[in-house]
């Protein structure tokens, strides 16, 4: 995505996701004025989470933290700091890592002797804590997750998908056996899955990642991808399988139960602040930002419409508040816009800001009891009684979230290519872009030269992709196990 | 505090409180044996807070978070870079942080052209974005906290208390007047001293600070002190009144109702994970740890004692599995040590982890439907029918909490000394330490004096020290308007 200049005040840009500029000005102008997050010009790269954007990835931690908790895991913080010798121990890591680590080399008035890496990433920080803390089977398996910035230096920033500083939660585990840690692995994609369509309305594809797009130090990496309205895919939550290569390279053993000194296991996963760009660009229209009610800050917003009496309008005053505190009584996250401001502004304001549900009263509504519920995503209007107000817009919300998913689930359908013509695979990256479901006969060859021909790469191996049976391979027509899942990537 | 060496396993050393280094090694060695923290030798002055510790600080961010929030404030997210230029815009701001900074020099494998500091604290990153979003009257005041990780070199490391990377909260304010940013700084003042009192257990004097013992940068600084167990003081929380500093530093300006621009008036304030260290000072015994209920990870540890026959031991696990449920959802945290470890070792472990109450459940006891209860404070043990455990330890976790509120509020008070004469004041510090009231004139001079020869700072001016009326100071017999609060600190 380009970072094209962005104007203040005026309209919004269309979501035009058919022209790449276009698209990323409507993303990063709704960003900016919905107040989610500003750039900070000075560092390049870095970013301020605004407030409102803050109580939206607070809402997401919430939703993904619970789930931690539900499989066994727990918190913990480990330092930010990574020895230049730590990232050295494990071959492919430090290379993997080196080029994008940012370096303290001078602190408390000295140069160091040794340098220190802000993190990128902690295996080899847990790796060190996991070799004292583990010494019998009893230990195992050690399931820790943190929540954390981490720093990994970037050029181009683009809000949330692309920054030198991002929030994080990573999750690191050692187990004593293979299966113990495969099956971690998988539980913890399957996690991140159901937390993006569930939590997020963001349907996903898992699978596992190719050799050349695994992670540096891991056996095997899986990711969920999620399809982005113009076409290209975003890497929303990577578990990987790193088999013993840290708990080698940082001597992780445990006495087992036979009574053998053994390497343990381990994984990690990690998902980011990036998601959070992912749900905004997936939902968002012309208006705005839409918000999934799961974790919208404000799940309905309450607009008292002026009256002409006095009489009036402390009628209308009366029945904001009451109406907020049922919303609040009934779970709904609330809140009531008093500002001075012309209703029809407000009306844009939220709308910007993307709360899925706006309540508007006014005095003609209340000369019968009534209120005027009105749905972000559809802008479907319906009148309400006031005694009705918290049910209805409880059941609009979970309407709200289903439709969302759907309308992003038949994006995706209708954007899912299967191909199996090298020619028309090309055409439809150049026209169309999408997901393409096109047979690889497995090299690093093949995919090489279709990631330079077409700029796609593969995305995954879908986990269902089995079921289909073997094919020919769509580049070099020799024979491929099964359909990979290709894509121009974010 | 010293940093002994700490051997592992073998009786804890007893918390002998007169003896400086004896205090420091029971210090340590209950924080390792606990597993609440470890060391990170190869960055000095790291250390990782592991999930018992973490669990313990998640309770305590959501007291305060709580507080916050119901004060008006905002959370959202800052940047960790702080260019070099921003720390200097503000004179004695620079001053006081730099010596203390770490710099990042290379980042992404090229030299920086500015180096960047790793956060100290924020107000200048505040500071550049509040001139930014703040424009009009209308936008005041702006109330947003951050949590985060901060980074202050220290060559010395005392788990919590001393530590090069810690995890605080910081609070950035910016208001219309010098009254309403002079309220706040009090407001949070006091919202740190109800938390420390009322969730910590921790009794703390309230006041302001001289002139020497300022933040760098502000106009005034409050603190909260609390009296640690070696008759030393810590300081636990700190709300600065920055005036108009780094709103002419970073030039945050807004249109006034009268049509005039202004310069905002700031507050910050901050409280780190310092002040678990205290709590854990203050409360502990010769056993270990004594967490105050209302943030203990633990409330009430379950623990079975064997059975002799089959029929006995599935009784046994049949009672502790129902107390388990009833304790949940009368909303205690409760957990079961279903280990094959035998009962006077978990007793140990369990009191070691300072969990506040303790329940047996044994086959003796089931012949009559009763349990055992302990107190980890008293160890007072009660015999309590089955169907009533949970309400009785409710019952038992609040008295838990008072009574250690109580003891440590009865120490402080034992150790506060009044003094009038310079010679007692230096006996009195030499000997048993603790707090000393005394007057003091106001000057540097008396005040660094005091220092030179007892070690002893001026921890605050306490909010009540005009009640007692005027004296002279017991430095140099001038007049002395009120009695300072004297300490050595940590």
Known sequence: MAT?????GGQLPPKDASAGESFSRWYITAIRRSELADYFEPVGGTMVIRPYGFSLWENMQAGLDQRFKATGHKNAYFPLFVPESFLRREAKHVEGFAPEVAWVTNAGGEELQERLAIRPTSETIFGHFYSKWIQS???????????????RWEKRTVFFLRTTEFLWQEGHTAHRTAEEAQEETMRMLGVYADFAETDLALPVVRGEKTAAERFAGADATYAIEALMPDGKALQSGTSHFLG???????????????????LVWTTSWGMSTRILGGMLMAHGD?????????VAPIQTVVIPIPARSDEHTSRVSDAVSRVIKELTAAGVRAEADWSDKRPGWKFNEWELKGVPLRVEIGPRDLATDHVTLVRRD??????VGLTAVAERAHQLLGEVQTSLFERARSFREANTHTVDDYERFKEVMQEQRGFIRAYWCGSAECEARIKEETRATIRVIPEDAEAE????CICDGRPAPVRALFAQAY
């Open 378 to 383: 559809t802008r479907d209007k319906e009148q």
């Open 4 to 8: 094209p200049q962005v104007e203040f």
């Open 137 to 151: 089977w009893r230990d195992l398996p050690m399931l820790i997750n943190q929540w954390a910035n981490v720093v």
């Open 469 to 472: 049976g073997p094919g020919v």
């Open 244 to 262: 013993q290569n840290f708990a080698r390279a940082f001597d992780i053993t445990f006495l087992d139960q036979d009574g053998e000194r053994k």
């Open 286 to 294: 012309d208006s705005g930002l839409i918000l999934p009610p799961k």
